[in-house]
């Protein structure tokens, strides 16, 4: 099989595009373009089986010609909705979040979000208005896909160097900070950036360390996340996060809003995942701080386990194996 992948951002492709050799072993070719401009028709081998391309690079004649076509975009989190419209033409869409049941992807862009921000008592000055709803058949979004769940992989794999081994952790130790968030709280004044400032709130009143915006260097950062018990992982523009993977890592306790409608690989999103699910408005946060200080040994097979799924995301056997029967699927 020849694979051609046509990509914006190399930090966000990074775990398709460092699986080439691995794929050579299921004898799939991938072959990659870089670049902000639409690929070419002679840019298309005449062999090709099958195109992977961001959607911003899509251009008509591609998707009228005969070759198999799959979508690959640059978001993170559990909404695909920019790209949706092109479902009906395309045969496969890869990303690295997707709604549960995936009828979701029906809703407007970003609304299902929303008004779940909205019930729990945020507010916002955005108006929502621009986001349109689509129309997609049930066999359209039987194409999307989910692959490895979070974009920039290469940051992971410094983390890893950073802490390369679970037997590096103790995992007997109680870190001193209870609950940590630290992460970019504007939002485009949207309900999101109130439940990301309401984050930073909640941390600092539990006596743990609630930072807005980047205000350490990467490795710092990592530094926070290891003497803490808790990371608190609000939503974004989707429910996930390069957050989630680091607390796992680091093997702190993952703490975010319940996110079980959210099918993500490898597996941290749903209700068996090792994280602890929250109340969207953190109101059950300060119970869930003590009941960890007080029974920190009980969470050690959880942050284990969350260690393993961390590595597991990183693995590229394992991704290239996934890969490759996603390309096998949307090809039939």
């Known amino acids: 099989m020849k694979v051609q992948f046509f990509f914006k951002d190399q930090a966000y492709n990074y775990a398709i595009t460092n699986l080439y050799m691995e794929l050579l072993q299921q004898d799939i ?10 690929p070419k028709k002679e840019d298309i081998l ?13 251009m008509d004649w591609l998707l009228d010609s005969k070759i198999p076509v799959a979508i690959v975009s640059d978001v993170d989190g559990g909404w695909i909705s920019p790209h949706v419209h092109l479902l009906p033409r395309v045969q496969g869409c890869i990303e690295s979040y997707a709604y549960l049941p995936r009828a979701l992807h029906r809703e407007p ?3 299902y979000t929303m008004a779940r921000m909205r019930e729990a008592g945020y507010v916002g000055e955005l108006k929502q208005d621009h986001f349109n709803p689509q129309e997609l058949s049930d066999k359209d979004l039987e194409k999307i896909h989910v692959f490895c769940g979070f974009g920039s992989w290469e940051r992971m794999w410094s983390l890893k160097e950073w802490a ?7 995992w007997k130790h109680v870190p001193p900070v209870s609950i940590n968030f630290v992460g ?5 004044k949207t309900e999101i950036e109130d439940h990301r400032r309401r984050a ?9 360390l609630g930072v807005p915006g980047r205000k350490f260097i990467t490795w710092r950062y990592w530094e926070t996340l290891k003497k803490s018990r808790i990371c608190l992982s609000p939503w974004g523009w989707g429910e996930a996060c390069h957050r989630d993977f680091e607390a796992l890592m680091l093997g702190t306790v993952l703490v975010k809003p319940d996110w079980s409608f959210v099918e993500s690989y490898p597996d941290i999103s749903s209700s068996n995942a090792p994280y602890i699910p929250c109340k969207l408005d953190f109101s059950d ?3 869930i701080v ?23 995301a990183l693995d590229v056997r394992l991704n290239a194996i996934k890969l490759g029967e996603i390309f096998h699927k949307i090809l039939g």
């Open 184 to 188: 970019t709280v504007e939002y485009c």
């Open 46 to 58: 005449h062999d090709t089986d099958l195109v992977l391309i961001h959607p911003d690079l899509v």
């Open 164 to 170: 390369p081994d679970a037997k590096t952790i103790d």
């Open 285 to 287: 946060v300060p119970e």
């Open 109 to 111: 862009h970003f609304y």
């Open 200 to 208: 930073v709130d909640i941390c600092n009143t539990n006596k743990g």
């Open 290 to 312: 003590k009941n960890v200080e007080d029974n920190w040994e009980a969470y050690e097979n959880m942050r284990r386990r969350g260690r393993r799924l961390a590595e597991d």
């Open 29 to 38: 070719e991938l072959i990659t373009f870089f670049g902000s401009e639409p």
